[in-house]
């Protein structure tokens, strides 16, 4: 496997978001692995929406039942991935200060795998 299906394999960020979650708890104990792993998901979740609202704008909504589901649920998702961001910062806020910072450092992380991908794929 090359340096660039490396960087593009989804394998690749979970295995870094396991190792990130781990130091985490290392060094901050259980509360910063939560906030470590509520900002990774959430993050994830927020750019996965978006990419498949991307996607779908690239290519014309079907005509067919399954279709309609597919995109319904792709819509469902983008407008939820704003509420599901804000509820996990907030849930990690009341748990204490160390995981709101670990928080905040894998939405970090997350956006930094994205450009990396981003640069991997040129």
Known sequence: MT????????RTF???SVAATLFCYLVSGPKGAL???CGIVGA???LGALWWIIGLGSKTTG???GERLGTIL???AFFVKLPVFIGLGILCGRIGQPSFNCFLIAIGLVYSAVIGLALASR
Not at 3 to 10: C, F, I, S, V, Y
Request: net charge positive; proline share 0%.
């Open 3 to 10: 340096k660039t299906q490396a960087l593009r394999d989804w």
């Open 14 to 16: 979970l295995a870094l």
């Open 35 to 37: 906030g470590m792993a």
């Open 44 to 46: 994830s979740f927020n």
């Open 63 to 65: 005509t067919k039942q």
């Open 74 to 76: 792709i819509v469902l």
